[in-house]
């Protein structure tokens, strides 16, 4: 998919994230298993994750960031006409009711339609360029975009080389029309050959979890991590450049990029790709770890409250994941 403009120009109106009060450092998994705070920090930037308590749901941090979001829009619930909630970790298997359904009841957003979007990690970069695409064809007027997820609750505690990369967050945008600026485009890619190097294998149609699965925990995350890792440092710089480039722009252009935070170590070669200074790159991992769908809008929310990202600007987010899946999208900050 290229990028090019939608009809109407949409852009972003309002963000808010939020991550559950638990923080559980390097040390706090040091003490349940044979890692180290060095090992973590060095191979992967990760310095601290957050992890929702037991009764907390994917639903229940999405629409705390829902609420912030709204808020830092001026706008009620009613307002919205579509919620999209991206994730890999929905409240119910299949997302059966979706997560973005029960996000909806619990908002009171009645005039709402609402599903999920499962494209794991790139998750919120493909269901922000939907949401743009709903607003850009008048079919919507405002739509809710969140990522949110419970990783925590999809992860063997016992396999140390994927339990200290992920944790628990979300964060949401509400797009709707804008003048000038906005959403100037993006690109979305799949290769589903790479889908055996990540993935959640039992608990769905091709592998329905039975009680050899669950002891085998094949419920839970598989990664290849070093073919992962190779896949990721191709396609981040390489996403984000294409979708800047293919819009006449070039990545000098570029004023804050905003890259899943997966790995620091993917960061810095995605950042090298696009000829960026580090100066130029969010990146708050260290605190939050790889949050999945959640990541980019968490990160997104905290580089505006930060007051990193003004009026005028050229932001750059990008995203990858299981499938694999890869999107970037390119916005012309439109808020002010
Ligand atoms: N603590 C201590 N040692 C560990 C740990 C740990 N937590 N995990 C693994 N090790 C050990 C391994 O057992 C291995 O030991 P050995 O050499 O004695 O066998 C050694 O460390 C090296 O292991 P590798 O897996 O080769 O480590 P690598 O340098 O590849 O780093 C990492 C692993 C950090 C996971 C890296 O491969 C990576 O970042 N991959 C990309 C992951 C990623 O970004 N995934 C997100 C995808 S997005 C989504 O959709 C979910």
């Given at each position: 998919m290229s990028a090019s403009p939608p009809p109407r120009r949409a852009g972003i109106l309002g963000v808010g994230s939020y991550a559950p009060p638990q923080v559980v450092t390097n040390d706090d998994l040091a003490g349940r298993m044979d890692t180290s705070d060095e090992w973590i920090r060095s191979r992967t930037g990760i310095r601290a994750r957050?992890?929702?308590?037991?009764?907390?749901?994917?639903?229940?941090l999405a629409l705390a960031a829902a609420d912030n979001a709204l808020a830092d829009a001026g706008m009620s619930p009613s307002d919205l006409d579509l919620i999209i909630v991206a994730t890999g970790t929905p409240d119910y298997p299949g997302s059966f009711p979706s997560t973005a359904a029960v996000v909806q009841e619990a908002l009171g957003a009645k005039r709402a339609a609402a599903f999920d979007l499962g494209a794991v990690c790139a998750g919120f970069s493909y269901a922000l360029h939907?949401?743009?695409?709903m607003v850009g064809t008048g079919a919507n007027q405002n739509v809710l975009v969140v990522g949110a997820e419970t990783?925590?609750?999809?992860?063997?505690w016992e396999d140390r080389a994927t339990a200290v990369l992920f944790g628990d967050g979300a964060g949401a945008a509400v797009v709707g029309p804008v003048a000038e600026g906005g959403y100037l485009g993006g690109i979305l890619g799949a290769d589903g050959s790479g889908g055996p190097l990540l993935n959640v294998a039992a608990g769905g149609s091709r592998q329905p979890l039975t009680c050899d699965g669950l002891a085998a925990r094949a419920n839970t995350v598989?990664?290849?991590?070093?073919?992962?890792?190779?896949?990721?440092?191709?396609?981040?710089?390489?996403a984000a450049a294409q979708a800047v480039e293919s819009l006449g722009l070039s990545t000098s252009d570029v004023d804050l990029f905003i890259p899943h935070q997966a790995n620091i170590r993917i960061i810095?070669?995605?950042?090298?790709?696009?000829?960026?200074?580090?100066?130029?790159?969010?990146v708050n991992l260290d605190r939050y770890g790889n949050?999945?769908?959640a990541s980019i809008p968490l990160a997104?929310?905290?580089?505006?409250?930060?007051?990193?990202?003004?009026?005028?600007?050229l932001v750059v987010l990008v995203g990858f994941g299981a499938g694999l899946t890869w999107g970037a999208n390119v916005i012309r900050w439109s808020k002010g």
């Amino acid at each position: 998919m290229s990028a090019s403009p939608p009809p109407r120009r949409a852009g972003i109106l309002g963000v808010g994230s939020y991550a559950p009060p638990q923080v559980v450092t390097n040390d706090d998994l040091a003490g349940r298993m044979d890692t180290s705070d060095e090992w973590i920090r060095s191979r992967t930037g990760i310095r601290a994750r957050r992890l929702a308590a037991p009764e907390v749901a994917t639903s229940d941090l999405a629409l705390a960031a829902a609420d912030n979001a709204l808020a830092d829009a001026g706008m009620s619930p009613s307002d919205l006409d579509l919620i999209i909630v991206a994730t890999g970790t929905p409240d119910y298997p299949g997302s059966f009711p979706s997560t973005a359904a029960v996000v909806q009841e619990a908002l009171g957003a009645k005039r709402a339609a609402a599903f999920d979007l499962g494209a794991v990690c790139a998750g919120f970069s493909y269901a922000l360029h939907v949401g743009v695409q709903m607003v850009g064809t008048g079919a919507n007027q405002n739509v809710l975009v969140v990522g949110a997820e419970t990783f925590s609750r999809i992860l063997n505690w016992e396999d140390r080389a994927t339990a200290v990369l992920f944790g628990d967050g979300a964060g949401a945008a509400v797009v709707g029309p804008v003048a000038e600026g906005g959403y100037l485009g993006g690109i979305l890619g799949a290769d589903g050959s790479g889908g055996p190097l990540l993935n959640v294998a039992a608990g769905g149609s091709r592998q329905p979890l039975t009680c050899d699965g669950l002891a085998a925990r094949a419920n839970t995350v598989y990664q290849n991590g070093r073919e992962v890792y190779k896949f990721a440092v191709k396609i981040m710089g390489e996403a984000a450049a294409q979708a800047v480039e293919s819009l006449g722009l070039s990545t000098s252009d570029v004023d804050l990029f905003i890259p899943h935070q997966a790995n620091i170590r993917i960061i810095e070669k995605a950042a090298e790709r696009m000829g960026l200074p580090m100066e130029k790159v969010f990146v708050n991992l260290d605190r939050y770890g790889n949050t999945s769908a959640a990541s980019i809008p968490l990160a997104l929310d905290e580089a505006v409250k930060a007051g990193r990202v003004r009026r005028g600007d050229l932001v750059v987010l990008v995203g990858f994941g299981a499938g694999l899946t890869w999107g970037a999208n390119v916005i012309r900050w439109s808020k002010g």
